[in-house]
């Protein structure tokens, strides 16, 4: 279920003023007065919490059966292949 983020029109409570965060299905109407107060809210665009980075999305078998190859570091500037096709260590040397 989607997060909304809603906030007051105008004057509201300290629970609506700063804005809040409720948990919503796709079906349920709009919210348009506040829970606590019932002050006039509206329903605010914020950006998506979204996950950062994506080690987790891929294990190493995973790695090298989609065609990429990865590296680990084991010393200044060399590297060592932990899944994957190509050479097993790359040396900056």
Known sequence: MPIYRYQANHA???HCQPGFDEMQRLSDPELSAC???GAAIRRVICAPALAIGGSHLLSEKKIGEKGF???KKIG???YEKTAGKGPDIISSD
Do not use: L
């Open 12 to 14: 509201g409570c300290p």
């Open 35 to 37: 829970p606590q107060c």
């Open 69 to 71: 190859t990865q590296y």
């Open 76 to 78: 200044k500037g060399v």
